[in-house]
């Protein structure tokens, strides 16, 4: 059975050590050939909007733009209803790749088979 990562950052500028945590666990295990999917919440929302994720800035980190990136190439990344609404960022804002789904979507690929979920 193929595992799979879910990876849902509630953090940004607020947290940037657990936000860049978040980012580049996800982009490790993406690059090492596991599915991700990488969940947008909270403050970390307005890394969906184009130019937001160049703003981000941590020493000795990788840069955000480029995880995020990588992130929309080769897995998935959804933005949350809910926290998209809070913050009136519609479909036509975020970032090509960018979907916007809801709870019922993050608990149905957090409990598929072979999936490991992580919160930061």
């Known amino acids: 059975m193929k595992r799979s990562l879910v990876v849902k950052v509630t953090a940004g ?12 666990v996800a982009s490790v ?3 090492s050939g596991v599915d991700v999917s990488l969940w947008l919440t909270g403050e970390s929302s307005w890394f969906a909007l ?3 994720a160049a703003e981000f800035e ?5 840069p955000l733009p480029d995880l995020l990136a990588a992130l929309i ?4 990344v959804t ?6 609404a809070r913050r009136e960022i519609t479909g036509d804002d975020v970032l090509p790749g ?3 789904a809801g709870a019922q979507v993050f608990v149905q690929e957090a409990l598929a088979d072979g999936a490991q979920a992580l919160v930061y």
């Open 79 to 84: 933005l949350c209803t809910q926290c998209a």
């Open 58 to 62: 941590l020493p000795h980190a990788a």
């Open 98 to 100: 960018v979907r916007i």
């Open 13 to 24: 500028q607020d947290a940037p050590e657990r936000c860049s945590q978040a980012f580049t």
């Open 50 to 52: 184009p130019g937001r």
């Open 73 to 76: 190439a080769g897995g998935r």
């Open 29 to 31: 295990a993406l690059a």
